[in-house]
């Protein structure tokens, strides 16, 4: 007899954008230099952890392009397993849900990164219990939440998952 398969839910918030920058819009916005040391350093926490995602969703938001191509790298997976979805850019809870609702069956550890306030709502609907919130915020920049469904598939329904972990970049430990 085989153990049962875990499966999970991994959310990440991008790293720091640059506000200064000469971007025409929100959509073209690099990292900043925060957002550069921070999107590799919660990969390698990921890697730690042992929470390699069989898949990743992605906004296509230059921003988050660029942290999910810093935790690819770190975790070894090829560029071209990122599936860029733009329903994911600036999406509500909602439309966080159907694209979990589109994937979620074909993997059984899921990384969707994105934007905020939707992945805030998102964490805070399917956890069990009430996240955490430092001075006024959830998913900070770089922010992971470890969203864990045991051995039943991941789920769109209400408090479904185990609120395993919510890590932020300055919780970490050099």
């Known amino acids: 007899m085989t153990p049962m398969q875990k499966h999970n839910l991994i959310v990440m918030r991008h790293a720091k954008s640059d506000w200064s920058t000469s ?3 929100d959509f073209d916005r690099p990292l900043s230099r925060r957002g550069d040391r921070d999107a590799p350093r919660m990969a390698a926490w990921l890697a730690d952890q042992g929470l390699v995602p069989k898949m990743i969703i992605s906004s296509p ?26 329903a994911v850019y ?8 159907e694209v979990l ?9 899921l990384l969707l990164v994105g934007h905020n306030p939707g992945l805030d ?9 009430q996240p955490e919130y430092r001075r006024g915020k959830l ?3 770089a922010a ?6 045991g051995n039943k598939e991941i789920s769109t329904r209400e408090h479904s998952a185990r609120l395993q ?10």
């Open 23 to 25: 971007a025409s819009n």
């Open 61 to 86: 938001a230059l921003r988050t392009k660029q942290t999910v191509l810093a935790v690819v790298e770190k975790l070894g997976i090829p560029e071209q397993d990122i599936i860029w979805d733009a």
């Open 90 to 97: 600036e999406a509500s809870l909602d439309q966080l849900l």
């Open 101 to 109: 609702d589109k994937y979620s069956a074909a993997a059984d550890s």
């Open 121 to 129: 709502s998102l964490v805070e609907y399917l956890s069990d219990r």
């Open 139 to 141: 998913m900070t920049t």
């Open 144 to 149: 992971v939440a470890v969203l864990d469904y």
């Open 165 to 174: 972990m919510l890590m932020r970049p300055k919780d970490l430990v050099d």
